[in-house]
């Protein structure tokens, strides 16, 4: 961990100070004299950010609070058993058409896997520190599939970033 091999700069962001520690720190987790701060790494830089646990929870319900981005389902293992079979169909479907190799479907093959997770990044870097929501997909029933169609989209992405801008300033 970044935290165990180099001195870390934390920001308590309440206290609005920032304290050079020269211990580790594991990060996500809390400390023994603080049990209600979290230990986190924000979305740029090196620092260690040092936040309440009630503020990051609320500050990632007020995004979930969002409609118009998200959705409450109900999370239960049947509806991911469902996510796995419709996949699982899918790609079968693929390999009946040629398109996918009877290896390609083994090893893309969906067992034992979990919801996608949510957890925020502090922006440590912008006022009132927001939280950049982060879906985690690996061990989803998405992952594998999403990683074998990202390859197959390769070569097709490289002839078309021929005719796309790096910069708004390449389009000036």
Request: charged share 25%; hydrophobic share 35%; net charge positive.
């Amino acid at each position: 961990m970044i935290s165990s091999c180099l001195t870390s700069l934390m920001v308590d962001l309440e206290a609005g100070r920032a304290v050079l520690r020269t211990k580790p720190l594991g990060l996500g987790h809390t400390t023994k004299q603080h049990p209600e701060k979290l230990k986190v790494l924000p979305d740029t830089g090196s620092i260690l950010v040092l936040m309440n646990k009630s503020v990051c929870v609320s500050k990632i319900e007020s995004i979930l609070a969002d409609d118009s981005k998200f959705k409450r389902e109900r999370q239960n293992k049947d509806q991911i058993e469902s996510v796995e079979f419709r996949l699982t169909s899918c790609l079968r479907k693929l390999e009946d058409h040629g398109l996918l190799s009877e290896q390609e479907l083994e090893a893309l093959k969906l067992t034992g896997t979990v919801p996608p997770m949510l957890y925020g990044l502090p922006r440590s870097h912008k006022p009132d520190v927001p939280i950049r929501p982060i879906i985690d997909i690996c061990d989803s029933p998405y992952h594998a599939t999403a990683s074998w169609l990202a390859d197959k989209l390769k070569p097709i992405r490289h002839q078309i970033a021929s005719h796309s801008l790096r910069e708004t300033f390449e389009f000036v």
